[in-house]
Nanobody, 123 residues
């Protein structure tokens, strides 16, 4: 069983930055695609960013150029650097570990989810 623990959420002003971290337990981190989803109030959970085991990245159009996903396999940790935050980025951000690669992670094929961390961007 893999546990994912997110941290780094909080309240930030429009245009500000935050860095989310997700620490994973278990021995499958380095061979797994990892990703971030978010859920705004009253909306469905949506893909934000993903990174393959080899370092290939993928982003939702709404965050391209502003967010950067990265991973440190030595620390079993995946990061999401969020710059130029907007009020519409507000939501609960969930870390996840893919079941079978980055493309399918983007489609929601996920093996494990974290508990989520709240990000609030004020205008």
């Amino acid at each position: 069983q893999v546990q994912l623990v997110e941290s780094g959420g909080g309240l930030v002003q429009d245009g500000g930055s935050l860095r989310l971290s997700c620490a994973a337990s278990g021995s499958t981190f380095s061979i797994s695609a990892m990703g971030w989803y978010r859920q705004a109030p009253g909306k469905q959970r949506e893909f934000v960013a993903g990174i393959s085991s080899g370092g290939t990245t993928d982003y939702a159009d709404s965050v391209k150029g502003r967010f950067t996903i990265s991973r440190d396999n030595a620390k079993n940790t995946v990061y999401l650097q969020m710059n130029l935050l907007k009020p519409e980025d507000t939501g609960v951000y969930y870390c996840n570990q893919g079941r079978s690669g980055l493309q399918r992670l983007r489609l929601g094929v996920v093996a494990y989810w974290g508990q989520g961390t709240q990000v609030t961007v004020s205008s």
